[in-house]
């Protein structure tokens, strides 16, 4: 397995440079690689041990199949980490992520949950790559994939589609609505499962309350909602999704523990009194987000805004429009002084003024042009959200050992290694 993979944008990885190719316990550290490449392009550092055990912990606490989102890190590196902490679900948005996952693991259950699909991509998912279940949110959707698949179709390959109705959930407080795009209201939702349950060959509901929703409760309020949908429909379903958003830690951020969620999932589902429904989920952020860093050297300095190689048409999108802040680290290309740190704004490559993260980012108040600055917390929408704007495409990915930032005490500063000063 290759360590270093260039990447152009979103571009699939084509061309690598390998450190060496042992078990992960003996991958580099990130200072190590940044002494060892003293990279001008942004170098985005995989953990697989951090993604691995993050699956591995959320399968254990979760009383269902666990689904993971592919949309929140399609890298080869993160999904075999994903897989090896015991994910055999994938939940696609996408042919290009069915057939990314399928090649990468021919026994994965594959679900293809965006609830608006183009015809091409639902025949190739169900005739190419065995893709049995498929979420909708609108009548106009049910028919097209009916019409698709055909009953006769189904009829020569022995199956009938898992179909999946996707019910729209009040306004939350999560940082990234999702109802206002995809649900179907109360009435057409148990329209929609009364005309699915006879043609069905596993009928469920799902939900999603929103990306990084920090209220337990949500899921608890969700779950209800879903329970009189079924009621009122009158029908048997087989699963309930309780779909993803499940948070994780940002510098002052601190989300209640993973089994606060679970059990008020569980103890929703229980009043729901359906026996012999299954839970599903689809996690992703709660999966790789401490799973991925991106490594950024600083180009210039204006007071304490720094110009860095990328941005927000780049790994750092949540960091300009969401004003997501993350941890830092500085990796000085000189020895630092152990400066006090302070707080600092980036701005990205590009010509776009709106190229801006605020942060505050905190680093050594000694860093300057040529220094290095890792950005942690990025295992979730980091690298896949890479543009190729005003040409700033290049990128670079490593697999690493190091754990995740925010688990490091002191992680504003450089991490101790051969070549590299202590900062304070």
């Known amino acids: 397995m290759s ?4 990447r152009a944008a979103v571009s699939p990885l084509h061309r690598h440079l390998s450190l060496r190719q042992d078990a992960v316990s003996h991958l580099p550290s990130v200072a190590a690689t940044v002494k060892s490449l003293t990279p001008e392009e942004p170098l985005h550092c995989i953990r697989p ?13 979760f009383n269902g199949d666990v689904l993971y989102a592919v949309k929140c890190n399609p890298e080869p590196a993160v999904l075999r980490a994903v897989w090896e902490g015991g994910v055999r679900h994938f939940d696609c948005a996408s042919i290009s992520e069915v057939t990314l996952v399928r090649r990468l693991f ?41 019409d698709v698949i055909g009953t006769r179709d189904a009829a020569a390959l022995n199956a009938l589609p898992g179909l999946f109705i996707r019910i729209a959930l009040p306004k939350s407080r999560a940082a990234i609505d999702l109802s206002s795009k995809f649900g179907a209201d109360f009435d ?29 409760l949500a899921w608890r309020d969700a779950m209800a909602l879903a329970g009189l949908v079924i009621q009122h429909a009158g029908v048997r379903v087989d699963v309930i999704d309780v779909g993803g958003g499940f948070p994780v830690a940002y510098p002052e951020i601190d989300p209640p523990p993973l089994g606060a969620f679970m059990a008020e999932i569980d103890a929703a589902f229980d009043a729901l009194n359906l026996p012999g429904v299954k839970l599903w989920a689809e996690p992703g952020r709660a999966l790789v987000a401490g799973g991925g860093s991106v490594v950024v050297q600083v180009q210039l300095r204006k007071g304490n805004m720094l110009y860095i190689n990328d ?3 780049g790994a750092l999108a949540d960091a300009g429009a969401l004003k997501f802040r993350f941890p830092t ?6 020895t630092s002084h152990g400066a006090p740190v302070a ?7 590009s010509c776009d003024s709106a190229d801006v993260m605020e942060g505050p980012f905190l680093l050594p108040d000694d860093v300057t042009e040529g220094d290095w600055i890792e950005i942690g917390q990025l295992g979730a ?16 990915l490593v697999e690493v050992s190091d754990r995740a930032m925010l688990e490091t005490a002191g992680y504003e500063t450089a991490e101790a290694a051969p070549g590299f000063s202590q900062a304070a």
Not at 329 to 334: E, F, Q, S, V, W
């Open 381 to 396: 929408y980091g690298a896949c959200l890479r543009t190729a704007f005003n040409g700033f495409d290049r990128a670079a």
């Open 49 to 61: 041990a951090v993604i691995a055990e993050s699956s591995r912990a959320f399968v254990q606490a």
């Open 3 to 6: 360590l270093i993979q260039n």
């Open 329 to 334: 680290r500085l990796i000085p290309a000189t």
């Open 343 to 349: 707080p600092f704004g980036f701005f990205g490559p």
């Open 188 to 216: 057409t939702a148990v329209a929609l499962l009364r005309a699915a349950r006879p043609i069905a060959g596993r009928l469920g509901v799902a939900f999603h309350v929103g990306s990084q929703c920090m209220d337990p």
């Open 106 to 146: 021919p026994g994965a259950e594959i679900h293809f949950m965006h609830p608006v699909k183009s015809r091409a991509a639902i025949r190739e998912a169900w005739v190419n790559a065995g893709v049995r279940d498929f979420v909708l949110d609108s009548p106009a959707e049910l028919a097209k994939i009916l």
């Open 311 to 313: 941005g927000v048409y």
